[in-house]
Every structure is written in C-alpha cells, then in structure tokens.
C-alpha cells in the first residue's frame, strides 16, 4: 500500500513540475517572446513592398515564400536589433493593421503611418521616424503636369488611399471631381495609367517611387498645397495601448539613426524598389 502510495505521490508531483513548466513557457512566450512582430502591407513603396528574393536587405514574409523591403523593413531592422529581438514580418491589408495590433496579433505597426489625433485614440506612437509632405501623382504629358496650386485641379478626378488623410484632403481642391477611395497604391497607379483618375493624393517618397518605376508618372510639387498638421505628414511605429516601456525602447533605438541616414535609407529604398509595380 505504501508502495502504491509513493508511486501515486510521484507522479502527482512530476505532474505539476510539467504543468509549471509550461506555464513558465507561456508567460515567455506571452510576455518574453524573442521574435518582433512587425504589420505592414507590403504595398506602399518605397515605404514598403513585396519582392521574389533577400536582395537589397529583404526580410521573410511570414507564411510566405516571398519578401518585404522598403524604408519600413529597415527602420523594423533596426528596432529589432535593438531590442535583441529576430524580425518578423506579418503582412496585412492596410485597413486590417490596427485590429492586427489590437488583438496582439502583432507588436507594432511600421508601415508608414502617420500618427493622427484621429489613430491616437485607439493606439499609441513612438517618435516620428519620418517626416514628408503632401504631393499629386499625375500622367506626364497631362494638362496637370504643371500645375503649382491644389486649386488647378479643378474638375479633376482625384483619389486617395482608403483610411488615409490624404483622401479628406482632397475636399481643399474647389470643384473637384473626388473618386472613391482606393485600397492601395498599387491599385491608384493602375487607375491613373488607365485614365480612370486624373491624379492621386501621396506623401513625396512615393510620388518619387511612382515617377522611378514609370516614366508616365509625374509627381507635382505644390507652391500653393494642402493644408495639414504636421503629425499628418510624419511617420510612427503605431504601438498597443499602454506599451509604455516597449515605446521608450524604441524611441531610444530611433535616437541613435540620424537625420542623415534616414535619409540615406530612404535613398536606397527608392534605389531598390521593384522596377514594376
């Protein structure tokens, strides 16, 4: 009996040796994971953007055979490497971001947002990791190619991404013939070669991009422009609400990159990004 009494003490005690265990596996897991989760399109170039293969730097598409590059895969890079983490990269829908963050999903958002009054309600921001301005992508050769006011669009067709300010902007242009939303850059640069649109609303790194990757793009630099805050025009790392100490991490991580290699960064994004979009 006494036999049968240890044997039965044994196992209940081995037992609960492998039931802490793994409780302690999940609180690393949960709370001390070694991988960075990073949400992005992997659309938006040269913020962002899919390619074939690792050349110029590229990162592993989770669950996917293909990679992502850009501006933001760098910044991510660095973060990463920072805070002694591997980069993971999740990509995801635009519109699909926030519930991905909020959901923990992911750890952080770096996907050329902008931290808006409007988004700061429902996540938290880091310091800007970018700052940029408001230009028009239009057909080269168009009657709006050199336009140098929002207002000499009038009568245009002119979209913008869905759930961006830039498609509220839009609303500043009298007379304008404003087009619905579009999903992603991919799809506004395949409606302004078509003739579908006049033009779309962008940030000037991928006005840039758009006029690399096909010479029948213009990006128009405005003298007269949109009126905006400058949180509208600056990119962050959209982070959960209450990341306190993951956001002071960061903004350490984002102190030690110079204007200038910010810049030489987005440089080499715009260098490297796919040729065909």
């Given at each position: ?21 793994c409780g ?11 991988t ?30 293909e ?15 920072g805070l ?10 635009w ?11 992911i750890?952080?958002?770096?996907a ?6 409007d988004r ?29 006011s ?53 940030e ?5 991009s758009?006029?690399t990757?096909?010479?029948n793009?213009k ?7 949109f009126?905006?805050s ?11 609400k ?5 956001r ?24 490297n ?5």
């Open positions: 009996m006494r036999r049968k009494l240890f044997i039965l003490a044994a196992v209940i005690l081995v037992a609960a040796m492998m039931l802490t265990a302690n596996a999940k609180k690393k897991s949960d709370d001390e994971s070694d960075f989760k990073v949400g992005l399109e992997c659309d938006y170039p040269p913020f962002n953007w899919t390619q074939l293969d690792d050349s110029n730097g590229a990162v592993p598409i989770s669950g996917s055979a990679y992502a590059g850009g501006y933001d895969v760098e910044i991510a890079k660095r973060i990463a490497e002694g983490k591997e980069l993971e990269i999740v990509k995801i829908a519109t699909g971001l926030e519930p991905a963050l909020t959901s923990g999903k750890d952080a958002i770096i050329g947002m902008s931290p808006t009054a700061k309600e429902r996540i938290d921001f880091s310091d800007n990791y970018y700052k940029s301005d408001l230009v028009m992508v239009v057909k080269k050769g168009s009657k709006y190619e050199n336009a140098k929002i207002q000499d669009f009038k009568g245009a067709k002119i979209t913008a991404q869905l759930n961006t300010f830039h498609y509220t902007v839009i609303d500043q242009i009298e007379g304008v013939n404003k087009q619905p939303a579009m999903t992603n850059f991919a799809a506004m640069r395949v409606a302004l070669e078509s003739g579908v649109i006049d033009g779309y609303v962008s000037r790194p991928e006005g840039i758009a006029q990757a096909n010479p793009f990006m128009v630099v405005f003298e007269d422009g009126e905006c400058d949180e509208d025009t600056a990119v962050a790392v959209g982070l959960r209450g990341s306190d100490e993951l002071e991490k960061i903004n350490e991580i984002l102190a030690g990159i110079s204007q200038e290699e910010r810049q030489q960064i987005m440089d080499n994004a715009i260098m990004q796919p040729v065909a979009e």
